[in-house]
T-cell receptor, first 116, second 115 residues
């Protein structure tokens, strides 16, 4: 089955710096890669996603890049703020027999701390 | 609140007892997923439904686990004869399959502690 590796497991940055989290996946059939942010005691919330027909997607201070050949994708957060502090999970999904993406395979998460 | 809801939010039980959790998806979402999350790990897929049909179950889902979605709306996850290893956060997510694409929205989870 799919295996998603995520690095680093913890990341500490100063407010205003950039943060980069990297993930690799094993199944070349995976074609959908969402990123979720989970604050302590709260639900995972989708922050950005990318599909395999594009190489980069940006939403304000957040961007995701995808390298299908190398089977890795990354989350970039610029101008970090203390409220960005949370656990970030990457995930991968492929199409099932019904022709649509379904179950997500998650990485182990990255605890991001933004120091004021 | 029109998001995914789960009940109860917390459950403490003794080993050997049965527990049941409920998930109410976002209205009109035809897919519903159950995941389990342990401390320091990402969510792990357990099972999912499209409407009322259970389409896949993970190997993580032992015989003691059963899930239903009888009318294609809310879902229940029952764990029989709970074990300490069942202690985890049980997350539900729902999605609307459209044009072969979907986005999963998570509920707040039910945290289970088995003593």
């Amino acid at each position: 089955g799919e295996n998603v590796e995520q690095h680093p497991s913890t990341l500490s940055v100063q407010e205003g710096d950039s943060a980069v989290i990297k993930c690799t996946y094993s199944d070349s059939a995976s074609n959908y890669f969402p990123w979720y942010k989970q604050e302590l005691g709260k639900r995972p919330q989708l922050i950005i996603d990318i599909r395999s027909n594009v190489g980069e997607k940006k939403d304000q201070r957040i961007a995701v890049t995808l390298n299908k050949t190398a089977k890795h994708f990354s989350l970039h957060i610029t101008e970090t703020q203390p409220e960005d502090s949370a656990v970030y999970f990457c995930a991968a999904s492929k199409k099932g027999s019904g022709g649509s993406n379904y179950k997500l395979t998650f990485g182990k998460g990255t605890l991001l701390t933004v120091n004021p | 609140d029109t998001g995914v809801s789960q009940d109860p939010r917390h459950k403490i039980t003794k080993r050997g007892q049965n527990v049941t959790f409920r998930c109410d998806p976002i209205s009109e979402h035809n897919r519903l997923y159950w995941y389990r999350q342990t401390l320091g790990q990402g969510p792990e897929f357990l099972t999912y439904f499209q409407n009322e049909a259970q389409l896949e179950k993970s190997r993580l889902l032992s015989d003691r686990f059963s899930a239903e979605r009888p009318k294609g709306s809310f879902s229940t996850l029952e764990i029989q004869r709970t074990e300490q290893g069942d202690s985890a956060m049980y997350l539900c997510a729902s999605s609307l399959r459209e044009n072969s694409q979907e986005t999963q929205y998570f509920g707040p989870g039910t945290r289970l502690l088995v003593l």
